[in-house]
């Protein structure tokens, strides 16, 4: 879905997408350690997604972790084939890279299929967004790092909420943030992710 921009709506429930890709960056930054070289693919550089998504990382690496070089942003439009394009151009222009961040399932299937046909699965730290089975495999057998996953039961529940506050006249923040999390290897089968997540 979309977040719609103006006056119009009385409220807006999402997640905060600049806040959960910082915890991405913080993340990556955890498992490739100073000085590494990392890409990014995202989905668009129009969405507020992809905007949110893509600055997160981006203003969370330059402002707590200016040695990590990103070497690459490119926009794959959610399309596992150009993205997967994309992740391999980047890999061969810079044979030391350490680390992906994919913002969307499409962006981290791309890179998960480029690290395969170029026979790095494992070797290059891999970090997603939003969920899948190629995710969930992956995150399962180590060749993906971990993933953030949306809300959509608390996004669900705040909407019904606030549409309740909103037809008794109730004042409302602007924003809703439905909340995110982080999910590895680790936590991937707790009942809390589990019911978050999709394939």
Not at 18 to 27: I, K, R
Not at 30 to 58: M, N, P, Y
């Amino acid at each position: 879905a979309r977040r719609i921009e103006g006056d119009v709506p009385v409220t807006t429930a999402a997640t905060d997408n600049v806040a959960a890709a910082a915890l991405a960056a913080e993340t990556m930054f955890a498992l490739v350690g100073e000085g590494a070289q990392v890409g990014v693919i995202v989905h668009d550089q129009t969405s507020r997604t992809g905007i949110d998504r893509r600055d997160g990382f981006l203003q969370q690496m330059e402002a707590k972790h200016p040695n990590i070089e990103v070497v690459a942003v490119e926009y794959g439009a959610g399309d596992p084939v150009k993205s997967a394009d994309f992740a391999k151009a980047i890999m061969t222009k810079n044979p030391d890279l350490k680390g992906f961040f994919g913002a969307n399932e499409g962006s981290i299937k791309g890179v998960l299929n480029a690290l395969k046909e170029t026979g790095n699965p494992g070797k290059i730290v891999a970090i997603g967004y939003d969920s899948g089975q190629q995710q969930i495999t992956a995150i399962k057998d180590g060749t993906q790092a971990g993933a953030i996953t949306q809300n959509p039961i608390g996004i669900g529940a705040k909407c019904v909420s606030a549409a309740m506050d909103a037809i008794a006249g109730k004042s409302m923040e602007k924003i809703i943030d439905t909340g995110y999390y982080w999910y590895d290897k680790t936590n991937i089968d707790a009942p809390e992710i589990q019911a978050v997540l999709y394939q």
